[in-house]
Each structure stands twice: as C-alpha cells, then as structure tokens.
C-alpha cells in the first residue's frame, strides 16, 4: 500500500532554515507529482509547491516564491522541501501528499490521492 513518511520538522526562528522529507513507497514514484501542503490552526489546508515527474516542472505558493525550493531524489523515492528565510506565517502543520501523473493544476488537495502524516513547524518571531 502508498506510504509517505514525512520527517524534518521542527521549531526555529524568524530567518532560520529547515529542510522537510517525505519518502515515498507503494507506488510508481517515477510518474507521480509530489508536493507539500500545510494547514495552520483554524484554517484550510493550503498548496506550498509541487513538482511534477521528470521535474519537468515546479510550482510554488506566491507565499513561499523566493524562500522555498522542492526537489527530489528519484534513487530514494523522496521528495523535500528546503525552507529558508523562516517567518512566523509559515508555522502550520506540513504534508506530503502525491498523485500519478502530470496534476494540474497542482494546489487543490482534491487532486491528490495519498497524503502523510504530517509534520509540525514552528517559527517563532
């Protein structure tokens, strides 16, 4: 069965970094989209990036352009999320969520069929 197991979370502060993975299994990885989403205390759940197979190409949130940088390492199923210039907005709960093929458009949870379990940041100011 589809397993994705986020790790990397974590408190920081204002300005800091942190690098988030979610290792895939269960699936083709080859031709999936991965992405990130994250939810913060009372509101929706949100798309951060995604990238589609191949790396063919990445999508970001306006709120995280400049700041965050998906990837993955297709030898080990694995997808991350380096996060820099950490501010306080961006504390939520983060989660790897992945469908097959080309997902476009790639923000709505809707089009995804297998999500982690989340892990929590915490950017403190």
């Known amino acids: 069965h589809v397993q994705l197991v986020e790790s990397g979370g974590g408190s920081v502060q204002t300005g800091e970094s942190l690098r988030l993975s979610c290792a895939g299994s269960g699936y083709r990885y080859s031709t999936a989209t991965m992405a990130w989403f994250r939810q913060a205390p009372g509101k929706e759940r949100e798309g951060v990036a995604a990238?589609?197979?191949?790396?063919?190409?990445?999508y970001y949130a306006d709120s995280v352009k400049g700041r965050f940088t998906i990837s993955q390492d297709h030898p080990k199923n694995t997808v991350y999320l380096q996060m820099n210039n950490l501010k306080p907005e961006d504390t939520a709960m983060y989660y790897c969520?992945?469908?097959?093929?080309?997902?476009?458009?790639?923000?709505?949870?809707?089009?995804?069929?297998?999500w982690g379990q989340g892990t929590q940041i915490t950017v403190s100011s």
């Open positions: 969520a992945t469908a097959q093929g080309y997902v476009d458009p790639w923000f709505p949870r809707a089009n995804y069929n297998y």
């Open positions: 990238i589609w197979p191949g790396d063919t190409r990445k």
